[in-house]
C-alpha cells in the first residue's frame, strides 16, 4: 500500500490543479443552473487521475490507496466545490466496503467483482441507515427470494449512481448488517424527487424507495457480522469523508478572507492590519489546523494510547464541520457586502457547508451517540 | 399534526406583548393607551405577516432567485392599503401615528415571515427618516404629503438611504473612519448646487427608488470635512440603476448598485450642507441600527417557529424528534436568548419614544397643531407655501434640536449598536442551530428553515457590520468611563 509522504503531496497537488482546471470555473453557474452532465464530465476527467479507482482493492484491478489519501483528494475538490466533491465521496464510502472485505479476508461474488471489473468503473452511492423515518429498509427471505422494501433517509448521488451499496443495519433480524449492491434500473427501485436543499446543488439528495425488489444472493456483498463490520467501516469512513470536503471547503473560504483582508482599505488601513480581524482570520487558522488534524486522526489505524482518546471518524465530522461554519461565516463578515454575493463564491460555500454540517445525522445527536454507544464507559 | 397546534410566533395568541415582556404591565397601568396601542400593532402586523406574507413567501423567493428583478408587486400593494409603509406618520396626515414601540411590533412580526418582504414595506420610511433627520417644516411637509398621496392613489414611492461605496463600507458610518476613506463618489460644487459623480452600491430598493438621499462628499481628498447630504430624484439627468445583485438570501428585497453621471442637484436639495453629512448619516443610524437588531430578532423568531413545528411533526422510530431531551434543551436556549433580544429591542423602541425624534409627536406644539388645523390644511399647498419661506422653514430644524441634541444622537447610535449586535448575532446563531436540529430533511426548501439561515448573515453586514457596531459601543461605553483616545499612541494624547 502507498503511503509515503511524497506520494500524498503529489496527489494533493494534481488534485488541487484538477479541481483549479475543471471544477473552478463552473462552479459558480453550476450552482445556480445544475447540470448534471457537467458533473458527469468531471468524473469522467478525473480517470486521467484514477480517482474513481482510488479506493478499489489492487486486487480489483483499483489502484489500492488507503482511505486517508481519498479524504486528502476530497479536501481539495472541496476547496473549489463541495458538491462535486461529494460526488466522490459517495463513491469513496461504497468502495470502502470492498477494503473491509479484504480486511475480513472475504472473497467478493462473481457479479460483484464484473462490475468492479467494468470499464469504465460505475458511480456508486452508499446508502446508509441514518435518520430512519417511514420505514426502515429491510431485507427479508420469501418464498425463497431476498426481498429488499422499504424508504431510504436522503441519499447521497441519489440522481447520479450507476449502483446503490445498501447497508442495512442489526435489527435482530435475518438482515443483521447486510450490504447489498443493486443497479439504480432494478425492477422496484424509485428515486424519489430531488430534496431541494440549499446547498451541493449539483449532487441533490433524494430519498430511494425499494419497493419490495428482489436481490439476487451474488449482489449480497456480507452479511451478518461481516456486513456489521462493513456498516461501521463504511459509517467511520464516511464522517471522515464529510469531515475533509468541511476542511476543503472553508479552506478556501479562509484563503480568500486572506486574499480580500490584505486589498481591502478600511478605517485608515489595509484590513488586515486591524487586530480584529487578524484575530479572525487567526481563528480560522487554528480551527482549519486543528479540524484537518482531526480528520486525518481518523484515518489513522494506529494511535498513541492516550487516556480518553478517541479516533471516532463521527467526532471529526462534528468538529470539522461547525468549524468550517463558523470559518465561513467568519469569512464572508470580513468580505462585507459582497461575501454576501453570489459571485464572490462564499455565500455558495456556506450553503454547502451548511449540508454537511446536517449529512450524516444532526451534530447534537452524534455527541450523543458517542458516548451512548458506549455502555462499558457507564460501567454496565 | 396540523401547524395550527404550534402556538408559536405568527400563531401565539395575539396579542401577547404583555406575556413575553411582562414587566410592561407596570407601565400599561400608568400609560394604558401607549400600551394597548402597540399591541394593536402587534397584531396587526402579526395578522398581515400571518395571512399576507407567509402564505407567499417561499414561491415569493423561489421567483426572485430565478430573476433578481422580480418584485412581488401584489404583496406591496396589500401592505399599502394597510398603510403598513407609512405607520409613522400622525393618523391626522394619513398614516397610522404608529409609535417606535409600535414600529417594533411591526418590524419583529414581519420579519418573522420574511425579512425581504418586510424589508420592502418598512425601509421605505427612510423618506421620512431623512427628512425629520433634517426636519426643516417644509421639506418634512413634503415628504408626508407625498407619501401620504401615493399611499392614497396606490402608487408605489419607493425611498433609497445611499451610503455605501465600492471602496467604502462602513468607513461612510465612522469618523475617524471618514476621515481616511477613499471615496468612489465625488460632488463638485457648481453655480445653483452641486454636479455628482461616482457609484453607490448595496443600496436596498435603489433600483425601484424614486428618490434617493445620498452621502457625497465635496472635496475628495478631505471626505469627513466636505462630507453632504443630497436629495436626489431618480429621473434626474445622469441618474442610472446597475445591476441587481443576486444574493444569498433578503432576495425579495433588491439590492442594486447606482451610478451618478454629471448629476445635477440644485441648492434646495442638499439637505446638509458639505462638513454635515456625517451627522444626518449618525442620526438616521441612531434609529434604524436597533431596527435591524428587531429585524434579527425576528429572523430567529420566525426559524425557531418552523423549526418547533418541524420537531412536532418528525417522526424518529417510535416518538416525535421533540421528545428528545437534546431538542428540549436546544429549544429551551433559544427561547431564552430569543426573549432576552426582545426585551432590549422594546427598551430601545420605547427610549426612542421617550427621547428621540418621536418624542416631537408627544410635544405641546405638534399636537396642538395636528388636532386644531384641519387635514386639508395640514397636507395643503398653501401651508406647503408657507412653510418654504425661510424662517418657517428653519423652524422646524431649530424645534427638533430642543429634542435631539448631539450627545443624545451618540447615545441613541450606541443604544441602537446595542441591539443591532445582539439581534443579528442572534439571527445567524438560532437560524444556524435550528437546522442543525431538523437535520437534513427539515432543510428542504419547503419548510423555510433554510430561507431564514440564508437571510440571516446579512444583517450582520448591513446597517454598519457589527465590528463597526463594537467600535461604537466600546467607544461609547469607555468613553462614558472616562477612558478616551482609544488606540491614539501616548505622545499624542491630550
Known sequence: MKTNLDEFNEIISECRRFAKKEIQPEALEMDLQPKFEWLRSVWEKSRSLDLPLLLIPESCNGVGYPEKCAALVLDMLAMECAGVASLFAGHFAACTTLNSLKKQEKALTADILKIMDADPLPVFSVIFPFDPDDSSLGLERINGKNILRGRSSLALNSMHADYFLVLIQSSGDTDAGCCVCLPNDSPGVEIEENARLPGLKINPFAKIVFNDVVVDSDMIIASGGPGEKILAAAQKAYFGFIAAMAMGASRSAFLKAMSYAKGRYQYGKHIIHHEEIQ?????????????????????????????????????????????????????????????????????????????????????????????????????? | MSDETVNYGLRARSPDLLDTVPGLGKLKSACPKYIEKAEFAQKTARDFAKNEIAPRVLEIDQKCAADPAYFDWELWETANAAKLNITPIPEKMGGLGWSA?????????????????????????????????????????????????????????????????????????????????????????????????????????????????????????????????????????????????????????????????????????????????????????????????????????????????????????????????????????????????????????????????????????????????????????????????????????????????????????????????????????ITSRVADMVGLEGLSDQYGIEKSFRDAKVTQIYEGSNQANRIDIVKHALSKMGIKNLGVPDENKP
Open chain 1, 279 to 380: 484575530r479572525m482570520l487567526g481563528c480560522m487558522q487554528m480551527k482549519l489546523d486543528m479540524g484537518t488534524a482531526g480528520y486525518l486522526q481518523a484515518f489513522n489505524d494506529e494511535t498513541v494510547s492516550l487516556p480518553a482518546l478517541s479516533s471516532k471518524g463521527r467526532l471529526a465530522k462534528v468538529y470539522c464541520t461547525d468549524a468550517a461554519l463558523e470559518i465561513v461565516q467568519d469569512a464572508i463578515q470580513i468580505h462585507g457586502g459582497y461575501g454576501y454575493m453570489h459571485e464572490y463564491g462564499l455565500e455558495k460555500v456556506m450553503r454547502d457547508v451548511k449540508i454537511l454540517q446536517l449529512m450524516g445525522g444532526r451534530n447534537p445527536a452524534l455527541h450523543i451517540q458517542v458516548i451512548a454507544q458506549h455502555p462499558v464507559r457507564f460501567g454496565q
Open chain 2, 101 to 429: 414601540l409600535d414600529n417594533a411590533m411591526l418590524v419583529e412580526e414581519l420579519t418573522s415571515a420574511c425579512m425581504g418582504c418586510a424589508s420592502n414595506i418598512t425601509f421605505n420610511t427612510f423618506g421620512l427618516l431623512g427628512a425629520m433627520v433634517e426636519c426643516k417644516t417644509d421639506i418634512v411637509l413634503k415628504i408626508i404629503s407625498q407619501m401620504v398621496d401615493a399611499q392614497r392613489r396606490s402608487k408605489p414611492l419607493f425611498w433609497s438611504w445611499a451610503i455605501t461605496e465600492p471602496s467604502a463600507g462602513t468607513d461612510v458610518e465612522d469618523e475617524e473612519a471618514m476621515a481616511t476613506m477613499r471615496p468612489s463618489t465625488h460632488a463638485k460644487k457648481i453655480e445653483g448646487g452641486y454636479l455628482v459623480n461616482g457609484t453607490k452600491c448595496f443600496i436596498t430598493n435603489g433600483s425601484l427608488a424614486h428618490y434617493v438621499i445620498a452621502t457625497i462628499p465635496a472635496d475628495s481628498a478631505h471626505p469627513k470635512e466636505s462630507m453632504a447630504t443630497f436629495f436626489i430624484p431618480t429621473t434626474t439627468k445622469g441618474f442610472s440603476v446597475g445591476r441587481i445583485e443576486r444574493k444569498c438570501g433578503q432576495k425579495a428585497s433588491q439590492t442594486a448598485e447606482l451610478f451618478f453621471k454629471d448629476v445635477f442637484v440644485p441648492e434646495e436639495n442638499v439637505w446638509e450642507p458639505p462638513g454635515k453629512g456625517l451627522r444626518h448619516t449618525r442620526e438616521i443610524l441612531s434609529i434604524t441600527r436597533g431596527f435591524i437588531g428587531i429585524g434579527g430578532l425576528g429572523i430567529a423568531r420566525g426559524a425557531l417557529e418552523r423549526g418547533i413545528r418541524y420537531v412536532s411533526r418528525k417522526k424518529v422510530k417510535n416518538h416525535r424528534l421533540i421528545d428528545e431531551e437534546w431538542v428540549q434543551m436546544v429549544i429551551a436556549d433559544m427561547i431564552k436568548d430569543i426573549n432576552t433580544v426582545r426585551c432590549a429591542g422594546i427598551n430601545f423602541a420605547m427610549a426612542l419614544d421617550a427621547y428621540h425624534v418621536w418624542k416631537m409627536f408627544d410635544s405641546v406644539p405638534v399636537k396642538a397643531g395636528l388636532k386644531i388645523v384641519p387635514e386639508k390644511i395640514l397636507l395643503g399647498k398653501s401651508l406647503q407655501a408657507l412653510a418654504e419661506k425661510s424662517m418657517f422653514s428653519h423652524a422646524g430644524s431649530e424645534f427638533k434640536k430642543k429634542f435631539v441634541s448631539d450627545e443624545q444622537i451618540e447615545t441613541f447610535v450606541y443604544y441602537g449598536s446595542l441591539v443591532k449586535v445582539a439581534g443579528t448575532d442572534l439571527a445567524v446563531n
